[in-house]
């Protein structure tokens, strides 16, 4: 006689995808593996500028190996190609390091840091002749921008090319002479310089044109310069909620101070 024999078999929770039973231990370590791929995939601007930061630290042929490798994976990579340049410069390899930053700007012609390091790879390797004619160049392309031109004068300072980020600097106020950001950056420069009467005279007009910069106000507090932050509501806003470009402010001495009064106040300024 035969007996039929019936299988034990386990009940587990779980969840069912088509024909197939998923444990709820399987699903929270799938779930846990999408999640990672996702915020791999979705790294904050921070993340990757610390990410640079931290490849830039490392040691220099280990640096080398990791962008050439890139750049097999994707050689229209402007990044890439700048910083292998800036290692050829280093070096001393002028030949590789003008190839990669010609590559640098074919790909991002507007890039001025790769511009300026261009300039100063031919002064670095005794070619003023070609030096200047690549600046000028440069600056005069940038002669119908007031954001290539200041971009283009941070980066000169940086390389302390100081003739050509005067240059653009006062390119760029001419093109933009209400700009907040131009007359601030303008200010720093003469800061670096230790010239504090010229920084001044920026600084203020940078805070006449927007009174809410905490950091412009800070530089003139340690300049002697006492001014007052207006409230949200003190400021006119236009639709966006936004203050507008250019504050009708004067500035005015009270007891030895300087404070920002509205432009028809009837307040005279004290000698």
């Given at each position: 006689m035969?007996?039929?024999?019936?299988?034990?078999q386990?009940k587990?929770?779980g969840f069912?995808?088509g024909?197939?039973?998923v444990?709820?231990?399987?699903?929270?370590?799938?779930l846990?593996?999408a999640?990672l791929l996702i915020l791999?995939g979705?790294?904050?601007?921070e993340m990757k500028?610390?990410?640079?930061?931290r490849?830039?630290?490392?040691?220099?042929d280990i640096r080398?190996?990791?962008?050439q490798?890139?750049?097999?994976k994707k050689?229209e990579?402007?990044?890439?190609h700048?910083e292998?340049a800036?290692?050829?410069?280093?070096?001393g390899?002028?030949?590789?390091?003008e190839?990669?930053?010609?590559i640098?700007l074919?790909f991002d012609p507007?890039?001025?840091?790769?511009?300026?390091?261009?300039?100063k790879?031919?002064?670095?390797?005794s070619d003023?002749?070609?030096?200047?004619?690549y600046?000028?160049n440069?600056?005069?392309?940038a002669?119908?921008s007031d954001?290539?031109s200041?971009?283009?004068?941070m980066a000169?300072?940086?390389?302390q090319l100081d003739?050509?980020a005067?240059?653009?600097?006062?390119?760029?106020l001419?093109?933009?002479?209400d700009s907040a950001r131009?007359n601030k950056?303008?200010?720093?420069?003469?800061?670096?310089?230790?010239?504090?009467?010229r920084a001044?005279?920026?600084?203020?007009?940078?805070?006449?044109?927007?009174?809410t910069q905490?950091?412009v106000?800070?530089?003139l507090?340690?300049?002697g310069v006492?001014?007052?932050?207006p409230?949200?509501?003190?400021?006119?806003?236009?639709?966006?909620?936004?203050p507008p470009e250019?504050?009708?402010l004067?500035?005015v001495?009270?007891?030895?101070?300087v404070e920002?009064?509205e432009?028809?106040?009837?307040s005279e300024?004290?000698?």
């Amino acid at each position: 006689m035969l007996r039929k024999i019936k299988s034990r078999q386990m009940k587990t929770r779980g969840f069912t995808f088509g024909s197939n039973r998923v444990s709820i231990f399987t699903f929270i370590f799938l779930l846990n593996c999408a999640l990672l791929l996702i915020l791999v995939g979705c790294e904050s601007p921070e993340m990757k500028a610390a990410e640079a930061e931290r490849v830039r630290k490392l040691p220099t042929d280990i640096r080398k190996a990791s962008l050439q490798e890139s750049l097999e994976k994707k050689f229209e990579n402007p990044v890439a190609h700048y910083e292998l340049a800036q290692i050829y410069h280093t070096e001393g390899n002028w030949s590789k390091a003008e190839y990669h930053y010609n590559i640098a700007l074919s790909f991002d012609p507007a890039n001025a840091d790769a511009q300026v390091s261009m300039v100063k790879l031919f002064l670095d390797s005794s070619d003023t002749a070609k030096s200047k004619n690549y600046a000028n160049n440069y600056v005069n392309d940038a002669g119908n921008s007031d954001t290539q031109s200041l971009r283009l004068a941070m980066a000169f300072e940086k390389q302390q090319l100081d003739e050509y980020a005067v240059t653009c600097y006062q390119q760029a106020l001419n093109l933009s002479p209400d700009s907040a950001r131009i007359n601030k950056q303008m200010a720093y420069y003469y800061l670096g310089k230790d010239n504090k009467d010229r920084a001044k005279e920026y600084l203020v007009r940078s805070f006449q044109l927007d009174p809410t910069q905490p950091e412009v106000a800070g530089e003139l507090g340690k300049l002697g310069v006492e001014v007052k932050i207006p409230g949200r509501t003190d400021i006119e806003t236009t639709g966006t909620g936004k203050p507008p470009e250019e504050q009708k402010l004067k500035w005015v001495m009270k007891h030895g101070r300087v404070e920002f009064q509205e432009a028809d106040d009837t307040s005279e300024k004290n000698e």
